[in-house]
């Protein structure tokens, strides 16, 4: 604590999770650190198979393996720090590395919501306008999207963090969540935060919903480009392809949706930590397995991976 006038300011806080010391909760503390396996796991393996399996060198897998990396950071941002508050019952974060979580935690989310809109305008021009694909999705255009989601996040990020931090905070230091979320840390500032909660509401509703219309109306024109195909062979490949992309968006956009941009005075802590749980743990665990098991390219990938490593203990063995 460090003293400024007559207030004492809060120099750490203490998160107070998402489980209390209970066999219940143990038993739900051990299903999640099963997902955050999962999740390292399969993101770890789709980044692995698309770098080193040429069949995968497109631009839709270009952009799935930054959203791989984008999950395996954004899951690894909370979940340890989750599991050594749990497991020592302190839920102790400096001032410092609360800071840096809500930095890295919104850079990231400002990532996703941007890559998975530039991944929507990729499959709109794969299925539009297949011939001119490869020259309007070359690699340079490819790394400029990817450049621009991370610098839009970034900016997102830094701006919600120094905003965040310069409050004074007094009085309690417990946030009631498992991680340094604005809303919950904000209500422990001993100032009037009102102006700054209507900023933070507009610049979600403007990172959701801005990417959120380019991803609406690419599957739009999608919508119209494969009811006018004549082919009923390649119009279920058109939607195959773009169902894993869909169902991926509805799941992130729909958690963060409930959390960011619903009005305050409908929230409450309980609500807040089951749906936050959704968005930086169930759905990073579950995005490398919808694109998996509806993509015959990539269990090929994980096929052919698995038979060199087969062969290569073979050949070990004799």
């Known amino acids: 604590m460090e003293w400024s006038g007559n207030q004492t300011l809060i120099t750490h806080f203490i998160l107070l999770g998402l489980f209390t010391q209970t066999p219940l909760h143990f038993f739900l503390f051990s299903i999640i650190i099963i997902m955050f396996l999962v999740a390292l796991t399969g993101n770890g393996l789709m980044i692995l198979l698309i770098n080193i399996d040429s069949r995968l060198h497109s631009p839709m897998y ?30 102790y974060i400096t001032f410092t590395g609360c800071g840096l979580q809500i930095l890295f935690f919104f850079t990231l989310l400002g990532d996703e919501c941007f890559l998975l809109a530039f991944m929507a ?7 539009s306008n297949p011939l001119r694909y490869s020259v309007i999705m070359n690699k340079r255009v490819c790394w400029i999207m990817v450049a621009f989601s991370w610098l839009f996040g970034l900016v997102d990020g830094l701006i919600q963090a120094v905003f965040t931090l310069h409050f004074p905070y007094c009085g309690s230091n417990k946030i009631d969540h498992f991680f340094c ?13 009102s102006l700054y909660e209507s900023m933070i509401y507009v610049c979600c509703v403007l990172m959701l919903l ?8 690419s599957y739009i024109k999608i919508l119209v480009a494969v009811l006018q195909m004549h082919s009923t062979e390649g119009r279920q490949k058109a939607f195959t392809t773009c169902a894993s992309h869909m169902t991926v968006v509805t799941l992130f956009y729909g958690a963060a949706t409930v959390t ?18 959704f968005y930086t743990m169930i759905t990073p665990m579950l995005n490398p397995i919808i694109y998996s098991l509806r993509n015959k390219e990539v269990t090929g990938a994980l096929k052919k991976l698995l ?12």
């Open 307 to 318: 038979g060199r490593c087969s062969y290569g203990r073979t050949q070990n063995n004799n």
């Open 210 to 217: 801005l990417p959120f219309s380019v991803i609406s109306a």
């Open 260 to 277: 960011y941009i619903r009005p305050q005075v409908y929230h409450s802590s309980k609500q807040d930590k089951v749906v936050s749980a």
């Open 121 to 127: 305008y990729d499959r709109f021009v794969a299925i």
């Open 62 to 91: 270009f952009f799935l393996s930054w959203l791989s990396l984008m999950d395996l950071m954004l899951i690894s941002t909370i979940v340890p720090q989750m599991a050594v508050n749990f497991l020592s019952g302190k839920g």
């Open 181 to 193: 979320d604005i809303p919950a840390v904000l209500k422990l500032a001993c100032a009037d935060t």
